[in-house]
């Protein structure tokens, strides 16, 4: 088929008083449609824009280059646009670091001194503090697109294998490192979706078939746990386990640091995972033993004492809870009860047990005994969120990283028997953000559910309903969003912007029942709690809808794709990311068939009448004023196939109404948002707030310059 692009004019409103330069007409490309038409059930659908799913074609590859020229023109209208990228660039220049992993007396650790594209490991030696180079991404590509995904250290602290991807894609390539920096011959392709976990001279991964040319939206079937021997080809690897009857189930394998125990979960979305266990003093090919057999509920391991294996679990539970079970016995039983928060995050670390708990969408962080007695709450410095926590089942040494809204990073070392934790680094940024206040809310939703919101503002903020405001929500697949620092969201904020981040039902910040309120049939729930939000802060007269933003990624592109087609005149601008807007089609693509547990399918007809309603391709009308609209995806992007975003946007400007804007930016060598350069990064993040703070009518002042006068 071949494809013609022909354009068209639209009117463009120039906001008073700002960037007059701009355009009075735009010029959009009509994307020719073609006659596809679904029959679901007896409803015929019409698929115009289907062409757009080849990702490889020569029609597709020209319709993004002038979708990327239109973008591009507009923008580069907007006269501070480049003042504003020297003053985001001068404010993301500052040291951040990673958590430490300890192997043997060094510590690994990830460093990036400010804009490097990624983040540089480093082999610190403990005693000295001494530093070198371990491997460092950016020598691995010319514009920085390879990242290092994970580490994973192996027992005896003689190797380290990592993970690389390249692009933002999910296939990752597995190497091998000697601690003395040394690179080994192997090279593992086609890893997705996989740990490495280390057994004596090897380790366990997962992997698909290699796929046909369309590797970045073939569906992904058939997921294996292999071990490769440290030395071998990958064709030597043993198989170690598979299922020939489930296409769709993905596999996931664990070791013991003891090494005595191989744990394998699998699962099928976000409904929970089955569990497999093989004492692996048998050998490698040890018979698997299922201790859970069902899909209906998590078990995550956390690790073991002797043969009693932990596992976190909401087996009932809603709220989650520390099992063991006894392989010697085959029993179960609790160790950490539930409480009335949600147990986010287990670790055992020098024969203790490390709990991070939710209260209200924030973090709380507590010490038992393996016993599953409480010896201690440890104080964190604010509401924010715990990000990470490392150590070893037989080391007294304790890290854990905090963040929030004001706060870019801090990492403590905790001695788990004297239980007093120290700082071990903190961010120095180069502005202030003691100006700043983080309020927790709670609005009534709908249907009368009490919905908690973060709201963040300079001090003295004058409510009179003339603030711009950005509303952020994800509310899926029992995810939870918690405070943390976004050095981007600054400009925004120190130009007198108002942060709301909502808790939405369908995440997971008040367990399994929170999640399911917003899946399938009731992820109406989740859009009617983002709308409830917006109406909120209208009331309470943060703002208005002439200066309402709305932001969302991946699930929450299609909250942003659901809420502004459902209600247009709310919002003034609407930044999509990486959204999944067709919702009668995304699981046959990579690997969208494990969201059917959250979305439905429209394989089913029930479902597929309640999808139907609110899938955001399916749900513009001709004739409507839709907000100014920014829709941003990547061309790599395998985990939601840019296709999504090609036809929203085909559709949205074919039958927008009134005077504002709608673009996609595509980006290139980059895909669903992990592992992006910084350059790519803070062009990215200048182009959406430059978009955002000319069409909410706000002027732009460089806030270091503001500070320092």
């Given amino acids: 088929m071949t494809i013609k692009l022909k354009w068209c004019l639209v009117s463009l409103a120039v906001c008073a008083g700002a960037n007059a330069q701009l355009p009075a007409l735009m010029k959009y490309p009509i994307t020719t449609k073609c006659d596809t038409v679904d029959n679901y059930f007896g409803t015929k659908v019409p698929d115009p824009y289907r062409w757009l799913e080849n990702d490889r074609s020569a029609e597709t590859a020209a319709w993004v280059k002038a979708q990327n020229e239109v973008t591009q023109a507009y923008l580069s209208k907007i006269s501070f646009r480049e003042e504003m990228k020297a003053a985001l660039t001068a404010m993301w220049n500052y040291p951040k670091t990673g958590l430490p992993e300890k192997i043997g007396q060094y510590y690994l650790v990830s460093k990036n001194s400010g804009l490097q594209n990624q983040a540089v490991l480093y082999l610190q030696d403990i005693k000295s503090g001494r530093e070198t180079v371990f491997l460092d991404p950016n020598s691995l590509s010319k514009e920085g697109t390879v990242a290092l995904n994970s580490i994973a250290e192996s027992h005896d602290n003689r190797l380290v294998a990592y993970s690389l991807a390249t692009g933002g894609s999910d296939w990752n390539e597995i190497r091998i490192k000697s601690l003395d920096g040394k690179d080994l011959s192997d090279v593992l392709k086609w890893v997705k979706f996989s740990g490495i976990a280390w057994y004596k001279n090897g380790f366990f991964y997962s992997c698909y078939n290699a796929p046909n040319e369309h590797a970045l939206s073939q569906k992904n079937e058939f997921h294996k746990i292999y071990y490769h021997a440290v030395g071998t080809p990958q064709e030597s690897d043993k198989l170690i386990y598979e299922d020939k009857t489930h296409a769709n189930r993905n596999f996931a394998a664990s070791v013991t640091e003891d090494e005595r125990y191989l744990i394998i979960s699998g699962s099928e979305g976000t409904g929970g995972n089955c569990v497999m266990v093989a004492d692996l003093s048998k050998g490698i090919q040890a018979q698997l033993i299922t201790i859970v057999a069902a899909l209906d509920k998590d078990y995550a391991a956390i690790g073991n004492f002797g043969s009693e294996l932990l596992?976190?679990?909401?087996?009932?539970?809603?709220?989650?809870?520390?099992?063991?079970?006894?392989?010697?016995?085959?029993?179960?039983?609790?160790?950490?009860?539930?409480?009335?928060?949600?147990?986010?995050?287990?670790?055992?670390?020098?024969?203790?047990?490390?709990?991070?708990?939710?209260?209200?969408?924030?973090?709380?962080?507590?010490?038992?005994?393996?016993?599953?007695?409480?010896?201690?709450?440890?104080?964190?410095?604010?509401?924010?969120?715990?990000?990470?926590?490392?150590?070893?089942?037989?080391?007294?040494?304790?890290?854990?990283?905090?963040?929030?809204?004001?706060?870019?990073?801090?990492?403590?070392?905790?001695?788990?028997?004297?239980?007093?934790?120290?700082?071990?680094?903190?961010?120095?940024?180069?502005?202030?953000?003691d100006e700043f206040i983080t309020d927790q809310v709670f609005f009534a939703s709908k249907d009368g559910t009490k919905i908690p919101m973060f709201v963040v503002h300079k001090k003295g903020l004058k409510l009179d309903g003339l603030n711009p405001l950005l509303l952020y929500g994800y509310g899926g697949f029992n995810i939870s969003v918690t405070p943390t620092f976004s050095v981007s969201r600054m400009i925004f904020l120190k130009n007198g912007g108002v942060l709301a981040s909502v808790n939405l039902r369908g995440g997971g910040e008040f367990g399994e029942q929170w999640h399911n309120a917003g899946t399938k049939l009731q992820k109406q729930n989740v859009f009617?709690?983002?709308?409830?939000?917006?109406?909120?802060?209208?009331?309470?007269?943060?703002?208005?809808?002439?200066?309402?933003?709305?932001?969302?990624?991946?699930?929450?592109?299609?909250?942003?794709?659901?809420?502004?087609?459902?209600?247009?005149?709310?919002f003034k601008v609407a930044i999509p990311q990486v959204g999944v807007m067709d919702m009668l089609r995304y699981h046959k693509f990579t690997i969208g068939w494990a969201w059917v547990r959250d979305y439905g399918s429209s394989d089913n007809e029930e479902q597929f009448k309640y999808i139907y309603r609110y899938s955001p391709l399916h749900n513009i009308k001709s004739g409507v004023a839709y907000p100014a609209t920014?829709?941003?995806?990547?061309?790599?992007?395998?985990?939601?196939?840019?296709?999504?975003?090609?036809?929203?946007?085909?559709?949205?400007?074919?039958?927008?109404?009134?005077?504002?804007?709608?673009?996609?930016?595509?980006?290139?060598?980059?895909?669903?948002?992990?592992?992006?350069?910084?350059?790519?990064?803070?062009?990215?993040a200048v182009d959406m707030w430059s978009f955002m703070f000319f069409n909410l009518n706000m002027k732009f002042v460089n806030p270091l310059e503001s500070t320092h006068k």
């Fill in 311 to 433: 596992f976190r679990t909401n087996a009932l539970s809603s709220n989650y809870k520390v099992i063991k079970y006894d392989f010697s016995t085959a029993k179960f039983a609790d160790v950490i009860p539930a409480g009335t928060d949600v147990l986010q995050n287990v670790a055992i670390v020098g024969g203790k047990i490390v709990t991070q708990r939710l209260h209200n969408a924030y973090s709380q962080l507590c010490m038992y005994s393996k016993e599953g007695r409480l010896e201690k709450h440890i104080a964190l410095p604010e509401i924010g969120t715990v990000t990470g926590i490392s150590g070893k089942q037989n080391d007294s040494e304790l890290f854990y990283s905090f963040t929030s809204f004001t706060c870019p990073g801090k990492i403590f070392k905790l001695n788990v028997n004297n239980l007093q934790p120290k700082v071990y680094s903190t961010v120095k940024l180069p502005f202030k953000t």
């Fill in 528 to 570: 009617d709690d983002f709308i409830a939000a917006a109406e909120y802060l209208i009331k309470e007269k943060y703002t208005c809808s002439d200066k309402l933003a709305i932001q969302g990624g991946s699930n929450g592109g299609l909250l942003v794709g659901a809420c502004m087609t459902q209600r247009p005149e709310l």
């Fill in 630 to 684: 920014l829709v941003t995806t990547g061309d790599h992007d395998d985990r939601v196939v840019p296709a999504h975003s090609f036809k929203f946007m085909s559709t949205l400007q074919a039958k927008q109404s009134g005077t504002n804007p709608t673009l996609i930016r595509i980006e290139t060598m980059a895909g669903h948002g992990a592992g992006k350069p910084t350059t790519k990064a803070i062009q990215e």
